[in-house]
């Protein structure tokens, strides 16, 4: 579970917690379709945010893979708010 709190007041937001590659796995496996998935190490994502500070799509990929600041878990506010996984709100057909 994840814990946003971007308020020194205590406002905090928790949500479920998977990495792109369980969403996708989830995917997968949920709908029977095999997709095409390019991993890029992060030592290549940290090489291109050195030599290009401006690569956004790097800087997203880097945050996404390692979790950036979304490490901190606590639901303190609303105990009982349980989030759904991703996988259960996407639209799959």
Request: aromatic letters at 12%.
């Amino acid at each position: 579970m994840l814990t946003w709190n971007s308020d020194p007041a205590g406002v905090s937001l928790r949500i479920n917690l998977q990495s792109f590659n369980e969403v996708f796995k989830a995917y997968e496996e949920k709908t029977g379709k095999k997709l095409q998935v390019t991993y890029i190490p992060t030592s290549e994502l940290d090489a291109r945010i050195a030599a290009n500070p401006g690569d956004f799509p790097a800087f997203l990929h880097k945050i996404f893979a390692t979790m950036g600041p979304f490490l901190r878990t606590d639901n303190h506010l609303y105990p009982d708010w349980n989030p759904s996984p991703v996988i259960d709100n996407l639209p799959i057909a």
